[in-house]
């Protein structure tokens, strides 16, 4: 089956009885049983329902959350995450966005497909990048993940920001972040259309919210967002 994408190493196949005679039997994509075991999975911890940042309520928003209810009370206050941003996914996200490791790419294939399964008439919208890291990127790291998932996108936002990247700024400088998004031409067309926005990392949610409020205000009324971690 080749390489794990994580460690490595040679992709040796054990199935489990369940898996065997076809019971829950999964793809298991490019990673192996031993990295796919170490994976922080945000699915059954106690979470913040609007965030799924681990804490010690799974009934009441955390600190940020309330933040955004606050500011935006017109929007739904919820979002998706698969897993916590510590320990082999943080290493993955260095390897692949910030050290160009185009192969990571489909480390997340399984875990795409089966929220695109969830939400079958969805469109995603993958996060669009500034000019400047494409051009030091050469990819823009959510497109990519859904393209090696094999999931359709569509993409009708631009990304005009042109000033230091959020990964250089602080908590407090990411939040005062300015509006970076705007609406290509032919966005009408998907008004109907259930959109799940896609970014690699949920941060402070600054970003997110920036491009929720935008579609919002332009007659979007079915938009969820997704990311790899938070």
């Known amino acids: 089956m080749g390489q794990c ?8 196949e054990v199935l489990t009885l369940q898996e065997l005679f076809g019971f829950g039997k999964k793809n298991r994509g490019r990673v192996c049983r031993s990295c796919e075991e170490k994976l922080p999975r945000l699915a059954g911890q106690t979470v913040c329902p609007g965030c799924m940042r681990p804490q010690a309520s799974s009934v009441d928003l955390c600190e940020d959350c309330r933040r955004w209810r606050s500011c935006y009370p017109e929007l739904t206050i919820a979002h998706h995450a698969c897993y916590a941003y510590t320990g082999i996914v943080k290493d993955w996200l260095q390897r692949y966005k910030f050290q160009g490791d185009y192969r990571l790419a489909g480390a997340f294939t399984n875990d795409l497909q089966a929220l695109q399964r969830t939400h079958p008439q969805a469109l995603f919208l993958p996060l669009p990048i500034s000019i400047a890291s494409y051009e030091e990127r050469g990819f823009n790291q959510c497109e990519e993940l859904l393209k090696q998932a094999g999931i359709r996108c569509v993409q009708f936002l631009g990304n005009q920001h042109a000033g230091e990247k959020q990964s250089e700024k602080n908590r407090q ?8 998004f705007l609406l290509l031409e032919g966005y009408e067309k998907y008004l109907q259309q259930e959109i799940i926005l896609f970014d690699d990392v949920y941060t402070t949610g600054r970003t997110l919210y920036h491009a929720k409020i935008l579609l919002h205000k332009h007659g979007f009324r079915m938009v969820r967002s997704t990311t790899i971690a938070r």
């Open 5 to 12: 994408l994580f460690c490595q190493n040679e992709i040796r």
């Open 173 to 180: 400088e990411r939040l005062l972040t300015m509006q970076p």
